[in-house]
């Protein structure tokens, strides 16, 4: 895409995850002005390795821009943040992350006002301002990639609880599976069973009780979903098995929050035959059943919410220049994914 004369700054969004690091530089009106990406080695996933790269994609990106002042950063990390403190409190998919000052490090780096939280419920805001929950005011995002969660929209607000717990329904412990203390530096029960290592495992149980080729141990989730798709037997075992799982704990939230809207994301859970399996076993229920949908932005879901709270941020500093909160960062050509 072809750059534009910046008048008055940008906006930093990063996304930190188990493997991968993914960044946005957006124009102070949301539009993308240049991206990065890298490889999350073993060796960099400590605080002050992610800390380093994110210095080193923000300077790629600056560098090919037109120069102008940096405003904002936001960063998503994957697992329970206390965002009024700014700290991750646990990232059980990286190493060292218990209790890290993460807004305080970022500021420190960068010198300029940052905001982290949870990167499901950056996608959560992600997908409100520009995704499949545009004008709904009462929705969750579920997330399921390596792990599950859960980010909630009620009344047109981010639900994140006393305490940061909100939402973490990878640790709702389903009947089948013994009960156990919550450890939140480790992965929920939930999770451990339809997270996408959890998916993978079920299906090479499956494929040793019925003699198949070792050539398949090494599928993925999505890839297992893609052959139930077409038709697989044992695929399609394993998408039954998934998506009552997955309906039991979203029949939970339905009871607590009543939402109008679902929205599955993250590598495993915006596949659209899981998102109808799942529509299909929740409408056994007698009560009203929000309707169920693939992210509409996919993998660009927490980039999107994490321009979108450094909009917010502007407009509550300042309220007579920056944009407003409401803009809908354009980051990527949208697509819609319908069940």
Excluded at 47 to 70: F, H, I, K, Q, Y
Excluded at 214 to 235: K, V
């Amino acid at each position: 895409m072809s750059h534009v004369a910046e008048p008055g700054g940008y906006l930093l969004a990063a996304d930190v995850g188990g493997t991968r690091v993914r960044m946005l530089l957006a124009h102070r009106d949301g539009i993308e002005a240049a991206r990065w990406q890298t490889h999350l080695p073993d060796g960099r996933k400590y605080p002050a390795g992610v800390l380093s790269l994110l210095r080193t994609g923000a300077d790629a990106m600056l560098a090919t821009v037109p120069a102008a002042p940096l405003l904002h950063v936001t960063v998503g990390a994957p697992g329970v943040t206390d965002v009024r403190r700014g700290v991750v409190v646990a990232a059980p998919n990286l190493p060292g992350w218990t209790d890290v000052p993460l807004r305080e490090m970022v500021q420190a780096e960068f010198g300029v006002p940052a905001a982290v939280d949870n990167d499901t419920n950056l996608a959560a805001l992600g997908e409100g301002a520009a995704g499949a929950a545009q004008g709904v005011p009462d929705y969750v995002f579920v997330a399921m990639g390596t792990g599950v969660g859960a980010g909630i929209v009620a009344g047109g607000q981010l639900l994140r609880g006393a305490h940061g717990l909100a939402g973490e329904i990878g640790y709702l412990q389903p009947a089948a599976v013994e009960q156990e203390p919550v450890r939140m530096d480790e992965l929920g029960a939930l999770e451990r069973q339809i997270g996408g290592l959890g998916i993978e495992r079920r299906w090479r149980e499956l494929l040793a009780e019925h003699a198949h080729a070792e050539r398949l141990n090494s599928l993925h989730a999505p890839e297992i979903f893609d052959r139930a798709e077409a038709g697989d037997a044992l695929a399609q075992e394993v998408m039954r098995w998934t998506a009552d799982l997955l309906t039991g704990a979203l029949t939970t939230l339905v009871l607590v929050l009543d939402p109008a809207l679902i929205v599955l994301g993250a590598g495993v859970g915006a596949h659209a035959a899981l998102c109808t399996a799942v529509q299909e076993a929740m409408q056994r229920h007698s009560m009203p059943v929000p309707r169920i949908v693939p992210s509409a932005l996919r993998a660009e879901a927490q980039l999107h919410g994490a321009v979108a709270t450094s909009l917010s941020a502007l407009s509550a500093e300042y309220p007579q220049s920056a944009p407003p909160a409401a803009a809908a960062p354009v980051c990527l050509q949208q697509h819609a994914y319908r069940c």
